[in-house]
Every structure is written in structure tokens, then in C-alpha cells.
């Protein structure tokens, strides 16, 4: 066999082999949960914001809430968090229905903050690292694609300096590890399930649930809600201001400098809370994330003395958010 016959029946193992090789790195990748868009973007947090909801708008993606986040007090600078969704993206992350637990992974969160060192900052939900926890190492692609999508889309509206710094929790895995860590979907908490589900089912229990949200003395208020029953979910999204200020005030703990006695509003996209009601088999389930697995994924940074010294406040969160869930389904 020459030469020129051996090349082209080894150019597609060595292809097959390149790609392989590619999409292990991407998986393998050490992902921050956030990202930063654009730093020293010129204008004021309200017009920066009404940029980044305007071109989210204007390109297949849809505003479905927004909020300005409830910081530690002393702190002057401020935060607004727009929440958006897209229907092709959702429908992928929870693989067309048959894993709707993926759907703990969405929405799409951005936040638009002011900081003493870089201005007014844009920086959103890192999706490839979201994808690879809640959806799986397949979906990384696909959200590095979107991901890289967004952040242009969004620097055209605003401008400013493009950064594409990752931050928070770095990790190489999927998954939070050490003292309240772990896989998911193990990190599930599941509050109640009902038999039967069809979509009457879901939209009846996600109206249940609404009313505990509405009726709750706990501070929560409802931000959001994507309504997906036809590939198997409805979520509900809640925040309040005590668990917002507490949590931005503990992870600033460690990375406080006397010219930004608060740097964790950079972890404003943490929020909202998910609720999730969704297809499992025969029955509807209604669940929310194990609040010390959450706060360990979204605030890992903050180091493990901040997390001994607040031991209390995940287990908190998480029976006030069980207490409105139940209140809701009791009616």
C-alpha cells in the first residue's frame, strides 16, 4: 500500500480521534459557575439594564423577570438581576422531555452591578458549567455555544470592555464535593409528589404552589415562572431580601478590601430560588435543590469557615421554602 492510499484511510481515525480529544477537554474544562460579560460599561445600572432586556428581547431570548438584588447594609453600590428563557435552549437542557430535572439548571440569569474597581460590570450565569452539573457532559457543546452567543449579543447592546473572566466556585468536575457536596440528581429534595402526570396535573399543582407563594410570611416573592409542561415542567422561581443580603455578605467575607468591603454582589445571578414541578413517570412531583448542595455550588468561594459559621442557614432557607410549599398545596 503506498503512502498516498495509508494517509487518506488514516484521515478519518485521526479526525474521529481530534474531535474526541476536543470534546474531552471542553468536558474536563475548569468552569466558573459565573462569567463576566463587560466591565466599565458606560451609562447608569437602570439604562445598562434596559440594554441588556432590549437585546435579549430582540434575539430569540424572553425577559420573564427581574430584581434588584437586596445587599448588606453599608453596602452603596447596587445590582439588578434579569432573568430570561429561550424555548429551543430549554427544551434542550431537559432533553426534550424525558430528563426535566435539567430544568434546574435554567433559567438564563444576568446581572448588571456596580463595583468601586471596574465600573458598572455585566456578568451572567456561566451556561457550560450549569449544563455539564444539571444536564449532563453532552450538553457542554451546546451551552458553550449559546454562552458565547449571549455574551456578544449582550456587549453589542452595552459595550464597554469585554471580559470573559470566569469566577466563583472553579471546578474540573460536575459536582460540588466535600461536606455537603455531591452528585446530582442526588441532591434533589423532593417536597411532595401526586399521582398522575398529564399536563392538567402540572399546571394544577403549579397553581397550588403559586398560592403558597402568595400567601407566604417568609419574605419570598415569586420572579419568575417557565411554563414547559409539554416537555415535562413547570418552574417557579423565589427570592427574598434577608437570604440575598446574608449570602452576598458571606461570601465577601474572604475577598472584602477596604475599597469593596462587598465583592459578592458579583454572585447576585445565584438567585433566584428554583421550584421545580415536574414528570416522573405516573406522578408530579414538586421539588427544590438541597439548600446546603445549592449554597455549596453557587458559593463554594467563600471558603469552608464561612460555611462552618453559618451551619444554620442552609437548613433555614430550606424549611421556610417546604413550610410556602406546603401551605400552597394544602389549599
Known sequence: MNR???????????????????????????????????????????????????????????????????????????????????????KYMADNGNYPLGAFGLPLRVAVYSTPNQGVVVSMLNLPALARTFSGNSYVNYA????????????????????????GPMRSGRFPGGIG??????????????????????????????????????????????????????????????TEKHSIEIDSGSRATSSDKFPGIDHSPAYPVEILIYRDGNYTDISILGEMWRMKYYFADAGMMA????MGMPGSIQGSLKQMILYGLAY
Do not use: C
Not at 455574551?151 to 469566577?167: C, E, F, L, N
Open 307 to 310: 460555611f462552618m459559621s453559618h
Open 181 to 242: 457536596g455531591g452528585s446530582f440528581p442526588g441532591s434533589v429534595n423532593q417536597i411532595t409528589n401526586y399521582s398522575g402526570s398529564s399536563n392538567s396535573n402540572l399546571l394544577g399543582v403549579a397553581d397550588l404552589v403559586l398560592k403558597g407563594i402568595e400567601h407566604n410570611n417568609g419574605g419570598w416573592r415569586l420572579v419568575y415562572k417557565i411554563e414547559k409542561p409539554s416537555i415535562g415542567f413547570i418552574e417557579l422561581g423565589v427570592t427574598r431580601n434577608s
Open 144 to 167: 458553550v455555544e449559546v454562552n458565547n452567543y449571549l455574551k456578544g449579543v449582550i456587549r453589542d447592546a452595552v459595550g464597554g470592555t469585554p471580559s470573559d473572566d470566569q469566577y
Open 4 to 90: 498516498v492510499k495509508l494517509k487518506l484511510l488514516l484521515l478519518p481515525v485521526f479526525v474521529f480521534l481530534s474531535a474526541l480529544l476536543i470534546s474531552k477537554n471542553v468536558f474536563a474544562a475548569n468552569y466558573g459557575v459565573y462569567t463576566k460579560i463587560a466591565v466599565n460599561v458606560p451609562g447608569s445600572i437602570s439604562s445598562v439594564s434596559q440594554k441588556v432586556e432590549s437585546a435579549l428581547n430582540s434575539h430569540n431570548w424572553t425577559v420573564i423577570g427581574k430584581f434588584n438584588t437586596a445587599l448588606p447594609a453599608g453596602d452603596s453600590y447596587v445590582s439588578n438581576v434579569i432573568v430570561a428563557t429561550n424555548g429551543v435552549y430549554d
